[in-house]
């Protein structure tokens, strides 16, 4: 793991037990579907909005903005001051749930909310 950009994005994205539901592997075309100009409701009440743009800005007390992107078929975030990218496969269950998974098996899950 890169110390500062996996530190500040697993602090970004909270984790929870996966609830008793069919979890479905995204591909990188339905990532960004899903995730553009829509905000991911956390465990811990932070909120994380990922714009159009490729800004992305996570509020849970102090607003923190970092930058978003689809590689292959992962999700990939920068915080600064970190200079590097950190990946996760993301996967989706009905009706709005979303998990991050990342390269050590972790996973960290949200709600979508709509458009």
Not at 6 to 27: E, P, Y
Not at 55 to 62: A, D, I, K, N, S
Not at 98 to 114: C, S
């Amino acid at each position: 793991m890169r110390a500062i950009g996996r530190a500040v994005t697993l602090s970004l994205i909270v984790a929870g037990a996966a609830q008793a539901q069919d979890w479905i592997v995204m591909n990188g075309a339905e990532i960004t579907e899903v995730l553009t100009d829509r905000s991911v409701t956390y465990d811990n009440g932070a909120t994380q909005r990922f714009f159009a743009s490729g800004r992305t800005l996570y509020t849970h007390g102090e607003p923190s903005w970092g930058s978003w992107r689809v590689e292959g078929n992962e999700y990939c975030s920068l915080w600064p001051p970190s200079p590097d990218w950190d990946c996760y496969a993301v996967q989706s269950a009905n009706p709005d749930g979303i998990v991050f998974l990342d390269d050590f098996g972790n996973r960290f899950e949200g709600r979508i909310h709509p458009q």
